[in-house]
Protein backbone atom coordinates (compact mmCIF):
# COMPACT_ATOMS: atom_id res chain seq x y z
CA UNK A 1 0.00 0.00 0.00
CA UNK A 2 1.46 3.49 -1.01
CA UNK A 3 1.68 6.14 0.99
CA UNK A 4 -0.26 8.29 -1.12
CA UNK A 5 -3.23 6.02 0.06
CA UNK A 6 -3.07 7.01 3.70
CA UNK A 7 -5.18 9.97 3.57
CA UNK A 8 -7.14 12.17 6.11
CA UNK A 9 -9.62 14.57 4.64
CA UNK A 10 -11.34 17.20 6.99
CA UNK A 11 -13.87 19.11 6.32
CA UNK A 12 -16.04 22.08 8.65
CA UNK A 13 -19.49 22.34 7.77
CA UNK A 14 -20.92 24.73 5.37
CA UNK A 15 -22.25 28.04 6.67
CA UNK A 16 -25.19 27.61 9.48
CA UNK A 17 -28.00 29.66 10.00
CA UNK A 18 -25.78 30.12 13.59
CA UNK A 19 -22.83 30.88 11.61
CA UNK A 20 -24.92 33.50 9.55
CA UNK A 21 -26.47 35.92 12.75
CA UNK A 22 -23.29 35.21 14.30
CA UNK A 23 -24.56 33.20 17.20
CA UNK A 24 -22.92 30.46 19.34
CA UNK A 25 -23.95 26.79 18.13
CA UNK A 26 -22.27 24.33 20.19
CA UNK A 27 -24.70 21.47 20.44
CA UNK A 28 -27.64 23.22 19.28
CA UNK A 29 -28.71 21.88 15.55
CA UNK A 30 -29.43 24.73 13.16
CA UNK A 31 -29.39 24.08 9.47
CA UNK A 32 -27.90 25.07 6.73
CA UNK A 33 -28.09 28.25 5.26
CA UNK A 34 -28.13 28.55 0.70
CA UNK A 35 -24.21 29.55 1.01
CA UNK A 36 -23.55 27.09 3.66
CA UNK A 37 -25.76 24.67 0.75
CA UNK A 38 -23.44 25.91 -2.11
CA UNK A 39 -20.60 25.56 0.04
CA UNK A 40 -20.70 22.03 0.76
CA UNK A 41 -21.51 21.41 -2.84
CA UNK A 42 -18.64 23.13 -4.34
CA UNK A 43 -16.01 21.38 -1.27
CA UNK A 44 -17.26 17.92 -3.01
CA UNK A 45 -16.95 18.84 -6.48
CA UNK A 46 -13.44 20.47 -5.92
CA UNK A 47 -12.70 17.00 -4.23
CA UNK A 48 -14.00 15.36 -7.33
CA UNK A 49 -11.39 17.23 -9.27
CA UNK A 50 -8.87 16.74 -7.71
CA UNK A 51 -9.17 12.83 -7.72
CA UNK A 52 -10.44 11.97 -4.27
CA UNK A 53 -12.33 8.65 -3.83
CA UNK A 54 -13.12 7.67 -0.58
CA UNK A 55 -13.89 4.28 1.75
CA UNK A 56 -15.17 5.51 4.85
CA UNK A 57 -16.91 8.97 5.93
CA UNK A 58 -17.70 10.40 9.67
CA UNK A 59 -19.51 12.81 10.65
CA UNK A 60 -20.81 14.45 13.89
CA UNK A 61 -24.41 13.90 15.39
CA UNK A 62 -25.36 16.97 14.31
CA UNK A 63 -27.34 18.16 11.38
CA UNK A 64 -25.37 20.56 9.89
CA UNK A 65 -22.19 18.12 9.52
CA UNK A 66 -24.52 15.19 8.56
CA UNK A 67 -26.24 17.77 5.43
CA UNK A 68 -22.56 19.17 4.63
CA UNK A 69 -21.30 15.34 4.42
CA UNK A 70 -24.53 13.90 1.95
CA UNK A 71 -24.15 17.13 -0.43
CA UNK A 72 -20.65 16.42 -0.69
CA UNK A 73 -20.85 12.54 -1.26
CA UNK A 74 -23.45 13.29 -4.19
CA UNK A 75 -20.99 15.62 -5.92
CA UNK A 76 -18.36 13.17 -5.42
CA UNK A 77 -20.88 10.36 -6.82
CA UNK A 78 -20.19 8.19 -3.56
CA UNK A 79 -23.80 8.76 -2.29
CA UNK A 80 -24.06 4.84 -1.07
CA UNK A 81 -20.20 5.45 1.31
CA UNK A 82 -20.58 3.87 4.26
CA UNK A 83 -21.40 6.73 6.77
CA UNK A 84 -20.83 6.92 10.81
CA UNK A 85 -21.54 9.47 13.06
CA UNK A 86 -19.89 9.94 15.93
CA UNK A 87 -20.76 12.09 19.00
CA UNK A 88 -16.96 12.32 19.55
CA UNK A 89 -17.09 14.51 16.83
CA UNK A 90 -19.81 17.23 18.01
CA UNK A 91 -18.77 20.86 18.15
CA UNK A 92 -17.83 21.98 21.53
CA UNK A 93 -20.14 22.56 24.07
CA UNK A 94 -20.81 26.18 24.48
CA UNK A 95 -23.12 26.36 27.55
CA UNK A 96 -24.66 29.35 28.42
CA UNK A 97 -23.25 30.97 24.96
CA UNK A 98 -25.20 28.82 23.13
CA UNK A 99 -27.54 30.98 20.82
CA UNK A 100 -25.89 33.78 22.16
CA UNK A 101 -25.18 36.37 19.59
CA UNK A 102 -20.94 36.81 19.63
CA UNK A 103 -21.27 40.74 20.34
CA UNK A 104 -24.22 39.99 22.88
CA UNK A 105 -22.10 38.18 24.83
CA UNK A 106 -18.69 40.21 24.56
CA UNK A 107 -21.48 42.88 26.80
CA UNK A 108 -23.08 40.66 29.24
CA UNK A 109 -19.18 39.27 30.08
CA UNK A 110 -16.30 41.26 28.69
CA UNK A 111 -14.27 40.74 25.08
CA UNK A 112 -11.49 39.66 26.83
CA UNK A 113 -13.32 37.05 28.28
CA UNK A 114 -15.36 35.62 25.35
CA UNK A 115 -12.09 35.91 22.97
CA UNK A 116 -10.49 33.51 25.67
CA UNK A 117 -13.65 31.46 25.83
CA UNK A 118 -13.54 31.48 22.11
CA UNK A 119 -10.00 30.84 21.22
CA UNK A 120 -7.72 29.64 24.04
CA UNK A 121 -7.49 25.99 25.29
CA UNK A 122 -8.26 25.66 28.65
CA UNK A 123 -10.52 28.63 29.11
CA UNK A 124 -14.09 26.91 30.23
CA UNK A 125 -17.29 29.36 29.37
CA UNK A 126 -19.84 28.73 32.07
CA UNK A 127 -21.91 25.69 31.91
CA UNK A 128 -20.08 24.17 28.78
CA UNK A 129 -16.68 22.87 27.83
CA UNK A 130 -13.18 24.48 26.58
CA UNK A 131 -11.17 23.30 23.68
CA UNK A 132 -9.23 21.16 25.98
CA UNK A 133 -12.26 19.26 26.99
CA UNK A 134 -13.23 18.76 23.72
CA UNK A 135 -10.04 17.68 22.19
CA UNK A 136 -10.75 14.54 25.76
CA UNK A 137 -12.87 13.26 23.30
CA UNK A 138 -11.71 13.89 19.88
CA UNK A 139 -8.22 13.10 19.80
CA UNK A 140 -8.98 9.58 21.54
CA UNK A 141 -11.72 8.84 18.36
CA UNK A 142 -8.76 9.99 16.56
CA UNK A 143 -6.23 7.70 17.66
CA UNK A 144 -8.90 4.49 17.97
CA UNK A 145 -10.72 4.85 14.66
CA UNK A 146 -9.58 7.65 11.99
CA UNK A 147 -5.81 7.00 12.57
CA UNK A 148 -6.52 2.92 12.83
CA UNK A 149 -8.70 3.53 9.43
CA UNK A 150 -5.84 5.77 7.98
CA UNK A 151 -2.92 3.21 8.84
CA UNK A 152 -5.35 0.12 7.24
CA UNK A 153 -4.99 1.95 3.95
CA UNK A 154 -8.01 3.31 4.08
CA UNK A 155 -8.72 7.04 2.67
CA UNK A 156 -10.84 8.34 5.25
CA UNK A 157 -13.58 11.85 4.98
CA UNK A 158 -14.50 13.46 8.44
CA UNK A 159 -16.90 16.24 8.45
CA UNK A 160 -17.41 18.11 11.51
CA UNK A 161 -16.96 21.21 13.36
CA UNK A 162 -14.68 24.39 13.95
CA UNK A 163 -13.44 23.36 16.94
CA UNK A 164 -13.80 19.82 17.03
CA UNK A 165 -12.35 19.97 13.58
CA UNK A 166 -9.23 22.21 15.37
CA UNK A 167 -8.63 19.87 18.54
CA UNK A 168 -7.65 17.19 15.96
CA UNK A 169 -5.33 18.95 13.99
CA UNK A 170 -3.46 20.43 17.39
CA UNK A 171 -2.78 16.84 17.85
CA UNK A 172 -1.54 16.32 14.35
CA UNK A 173 0.76 19.12 13.91
CA UNK A 174 2.05 19.51 17.61
CA UNK A 175 0.48 23.06 17.61
CA UNK A 176 1.13 24.67 21.23
CA UNK A 177 -2.13 26.57 23.15
CA UNK A 178 -0.71 29.41 21.96
CA UNK A 179 -0.33 28.90 18.49
CA UNK A 180 -3.74 27.04 18.48
CA UNK A 181 -5.71 31.04 19.51
CA UNK A 182 -4.47 32.32 15.88
CA UNK A 183 -5.81 28.65 13.97
CA UNK A 184 -9.18 29.18 12.67
CA UNK A 185 -10.92 26.76 10.19
CA UNK A 186 -13.42 28.47 7.66
CA UNK A 187 -16.77 26.73 6.65
CA UNK A 188 -16.45 24.21 4.19
CA UNK A 189 -12.62 24.29 4.32
CA UNK A 190 -10.86 21.03 3.00
CA UNK A 191 -8.04 19.91 4.85
CA UNK A 192 -5.69 17.27 3.24
CA UNK A 193 -3.29 15.24 5.42
CA UNK A 194 -1.19 12.66 3.91
CA UNK A 195 0.89 9.64 6.11
CA UNK A 196 3.86 6.90 6.54
CA UNK A 197 3.50 3.85 6.88
CA UNK A 198 4.77 4.51 10.60
CA UNK A 199 1.80 7.05 10.73
CA UNK A 200 3.59 10.04 10.30
CA UNK A 201 2.26 13.18 9.06
CA UNK A 202 4.16 13.74 5.39
CA UNK A 203 2.15 17.10 4.36
CA UNK A 204 -0.85 18.86 4.67
CA UNK A 205 -2.73 21.01 2.03
CA UNK A 206 -5.69 23.26 2.42
CA UNK A 207 -8.53 24.28 0.13
CA UNK A 208 -11.33 26.81 1.01
CA UNK A 209 -14.25 26.14 -1.43
CA UNK A 210 -15.51 29.57 -2.55
CA UNK A 211 -18.94 31.31 -0.48
CA UNK A 212 -20.60 32.46 -3.47
CA UNK A 213 -23.74 31.17 -4.22
CA UNK A 214 -23.70 29.04 -7.46
Keep these: MSSAVRTLVLVRHGQSTDNEHNLFSGFRNPGLTARGVAEAKRAGRKLKELGFHFDIAFSSKLDRAQHTL ?4 EQLE ?8 ESALNERDYGELSGLNKAEARSQWSPERVHL ?13 SLAMTAARTVPFYKEVLARSVQNGQRVLVVAHGNSLRSIVMHLEAMSPEALMDF ?26 PSTLG
Excluded: C, H
Excluded at 70 to 73: C, D, I, T, V
Design 70 to 73: ALML
Design 78 to 85: QADLPVRS
Design 117 to 129: WRKSYDAVPPGGE
Design 184 to 209: NITTSEILIYRFSETGAVLGKTSVVA
